[in-house]
């Protein structure tokens, strides 16, 4: 492959499959998994085995993603409640001056393209994210959320599940 910037310390699961311009750095990523074109993945975050990463996704520090979950093109997720780019001495933050806030996408999750997903949530089994929204809590396993903030729209089928 060209153009992949992947750090010494990121673990690769067996039969990963990466586009070209991805930035990987202290990551894993599990079996079986594709991560799209232009998509970065940080220190300690996890992606789990079978699961679809789609092109221009940010999945940053403290982010917890399962087995069986897609995730669209352009989602990005947050790990900063309160971001700034200085100290309270004026001086540029570094990793001392903040703490990361986990996210949790759980087995089987769909996250449409262009979502942002806050810190602080978990995302249920099986629920799925509306292309477009922000995701600023919990979202229970099998329900289907849209809009900013995201809303409950209802539960998925048997045959969405």
Known sequence: MKYLAIAEDVRLGKDVKLANFVNLYGCSIGDNTKIGAFVEVQKNATIGKNCKI?????????????????????????????????????????????????????KGASIGSGATILCNVTIGERA???????????????????????????????DER
């Open 128 to 158: 799925i994210v509306g292309a477009g929204s922000v995701v600023t809590s919990d979202v229970p396993p099998s329900a289907i959320v849209a809009g900013n903030p995201a809303k409950f729209i209802r539960m998925a089928s048997d």
């Open 54 to 106: 789609q092109s221009h996704t940010f999945i940053c520090e403290g982010v917890a993603i399962e087995d069986d979950v897609f995730i669209g093109h352009g989602v990005t997720f947050i790990n900063d409640k309160y971001p700034r780019a200085t100290s309270a001495g004026g001086a540029l933050q570094t990793e001392a001056d903040w703490k990361v806030a986990p996210t949790l996408v759980k």
